[in-house]
C-alpha cells in the first residue's frame, strides 16, 4: 500500500499561483499513475483527476478546466510529485488529494486498487 503526502496548499488571490507537493512512499509495480484529484466545497470529489503523470514514461494528463494554467511534474530522485498552478480562479477552490492509481488512465476507477494521500486545501479569492 503505498503512502502519499500532500503539502505546499493555501490561499491565492484569483491569478495567483500554488505549487503543490506529493511525497509518494512505497510505489510498486501495481501502480501505474500518479495525480491530482479535487473536491470542491459541498460537492463530492471529482472521479476525473485534474492532472495525473504516468509513472512509466512521463507522460502528462490535464482536464480542459486546467489546460494551459497547471503543469504536473516529478522528481524521481525524491519520489516527489508537483503539480504548478498558475492562473488560478477562484472555482479552483477545493481539497486536492494526490493518489497513485492502478489505472493507466486518469480517472478514479473504483474497480481497480490506489492509495491517496488527505488532501491539501486550496483556496482562491476574487
Known amino acids: 500500500q503505498a503512502q502519499l503526502v500532500e503539502s505546499g496548499g493555501g490561499l491565492a488571490h484569483s491569478g495567483g499561483s500554488l505549487r503543490l507537493s506529493c511525497a509518494a512512499y512505497g510505489i510498486n509495480s501495481d501502480y501505474h499513475t500518479i495525480g491530482w484529484f479535487r473536491q470542491a466545497p459541498g460537492k463530492e470529489r471529482e472521479r476525473e483527476g485534474v492532472?495525473?503523470?504516468?509513472?512509466?514514461?512521463?507522460?502528462?494528463y490535464y482536464a480542459d478546466s486546467v489546460k494551459g494554467r497547471f503543469i504536473i511534474s516529478r522528481d524521481n530522485a525524491k519520489n516527489v510529485v508537483y503539480l504548478q498552478m498558475n492562473s488560478l480562479k477562484p472555482e479552483d477552490t477545493a481539497v486536492y488529494y494526490c493518489?497513485?492509481?492502478?489505472?493507466?488512465?486518469?480517472?478514479?476507477?473504483?474497480?481497480?486498487?490506489?492509495?491517496w494521500g488527505s488532501g491539501t486545501q486550496v483556496t482562491v479569492s476574487s
Open positions: 493518489a497513485a492509481l492502478a489505472a493507466f488512465s486518469c480517472d478514479d476507477d473504483r474497480n481497480l486498487h490506489s492509495s
Open positions: 492532472s495525473c503523470i504516468s509513472i512509466s514514461n512521463g507522460g502528462t
